[in-house]
């Protein structure tokens, strides 16, 4: 006698428990499944080949399988057999961008770099904005001897992960045979990549080219960039004086016509965080309180004020002090004016020349007569040191104390410094000198 089985001819309570029985079932294979494939594709899990090969037969989609399948087998060499089972894993999970990576990787391994930028390209398109994406293009296209079709790739890895171009500029350079181009091509416009490729131009000697694309950054973005600071610092520890001035000034006042030699001379602006390669260098000292005031001033809103702590030989050598750039074997003269509060020593401060290294003293003024005084005008003259390649010559006027001897009386009282200007001495025809302020 045959019986039929079916649900709607059992009691529906029993029909419910049948049903939740085989669901649960079937959960709890997913769930086993899912641990044992979970387990052997672990990468932390010693698994033999031969393991994996028996569950990627039983487990066929699973893309997790095959693919670490085919990583371990093109580690051993086996590339047909990598091959096989990367393409079973693409198959079974065809959105996966790193299995299209891997399946490159495998492909180039075996000599095919054409499928190889087959699966790169699929991968392109699953993930546009990975970087290691464009990376692997890229290395592969330079690699096939394509260096102008990997310029762009290039570039897109880069713009899309900042870390990546300081190794993308020294690749390029070195396999371009330090084509500019080709280095312009890849940083693109992006204002942290211009600041890192100047700098590449800088380490590599390619300092007009530095400067070129320094000046294409806008001085706000300059002014906000550490990157820029240390740049600037680099042109002067190289001696690049006068290219490093010129890049500070259209930095700091890009549309300003007052681009004197000393700078900021009546002390009415406030020095840049980062930029005072050019401007007032103001450093602590234990002899003096030094800061910028509106108490006094000889000419518009502010002046510097000095006050001393009254110590016993008192000094002041670079804690106020500014680099200027001259032209080698030029006279000039240096003036200011100072204006003394109850001063009190047994010889006042005074401005002095000196070589950008302040070892060498090249010129002082008289010192600030003590007391209480009026605004006093200080000033003295040099001649520029001459340089072995005709270059600008770079110079520190501060303002110093130096003891006569290894001791003398404490210094008290206070002093104001105002209008610095430095200005070049010429003469006219029949002889007689004239001052011409310096640019």
């Not at 045959?2 to 709607?8: C, G, K, S, Y």
């Not at 086996?78 to 079973?88: G, I, P, T």
């Not at 965080?273 to 003096?288: L, M, P, V």
């Not at 009386?409 to 070049?424: H, I, K, N, Q, W």
């Amino acid at each position: 006698m045959n019986v039929e089985f079916t649900l709607d001819k059992l009691a529906p309570k029993a029909a419910i428990v049948l049903l939740a029985t085989c669901v649960c079932g079937l959960l709890a294979l997913a769930v086993i499944s899912t641990f044992i494939i979970g387990t052997l594709t672990d990468e932390r899990s010693e698994v033999s080949t031969k393991t994996l090969q028996v569950a990627a037969d039983h487990f066929e989609n699973s893309a997790r399988l095959h693919s670490r399948l085919g990583a371990i087998m093109e580690r051993q060499g086996d590339l047909s057999d990598a091959e096989y089972h990367l393409l079973r894993a693409t198959a079974n999970a065809p959105y996966n961008y790193n299995l299209q990576l891997m399946l490159a990787s495998i492909e180039e391994s075996r000599g095919d770099r054409l499928l190889a930028e087959k699966a790169l390209r699929t991968a392109l398109t699953l993930a546009p904005n990975k970087a290691e994406v464009h990376w692997n293009l890229a290395n592969l296209l330079l690699r096939r001897g394509e260096l102008d079709n990997s310029l762009e790739a290039f570039r897109s890895a880069a713009a899309l992960k900042e870390k990546l171009l300081p190794a993308t500029l020294s690749l390029i350079w070195r396999v371009s045979n330090g084509s500019l181009e080709a280095l312009e091509h890849v940083t693109g416009d992006q204002l942290e990549a211009r600041i890192t490729l100047a700098r590449f131009f800088l380490n590599h000697s390619q300092v007009a080219k530095a400067a070129e694309v320094f000046n294409t950054i806008d001085p706000k973005s300059r002014l906000a960039s550490a990157e820029c600071a240390a740049m600037l610092d680099d042109l002067v520890e190289d001696n690049q004086i006068q290219l490093a001035r010129s890049l500070w000034l259209g930095t700091i006042a890009p549309a300003s016509a007052d681009h004197q030699s000393i700078w900021n001379g009546g002390f009415e602006t406030d020095v840049v965080k980062g930029f005072a390669q050019f401007d007032w260098i103001i450093s602590r000292s234990g002899y003096a309180k030094v800061a910028l005031t509106k108490d006094s001033a000889r000419t518009g809103a502010r002046s510097l004020r000095i006050d001393f702590a009254g110590r016993d030989t008192t000094r002041l050598d670079n804690q106020i002090r500014q680099l200027v750039v001259v032209n080698p074997g030029r006279h000039y003269r240096v003036e200011c004016y100072a204006r003394a509060e109850g001063l009190v020593s047994s010889e006042g401060p005074r401005i002095v020349v000196t070589t950008d290294r302040a070892s060498e003293w090249l010129a002082s003024s008289e010192a600030v007569a003590t007391g209480s005084t009026d605004w006093q005008r200080l000033a003295t003259e040099f001649t520029a040191p001459n340089s072995i390649d005709g270059r600008a010559v770079a110079l520190l006027i501060s303002i110093k104390r130096k003891p006569k001897f290894s001791y003398d009386e404490p210094t008290r009282g206070r002093v104001y410094f105002d209008d610095f200007a430095l200005s070049e001495q010429v003469t006219l025809a029949g002889g007689s000198p004239q001052s011409r302020p310096t640019k």
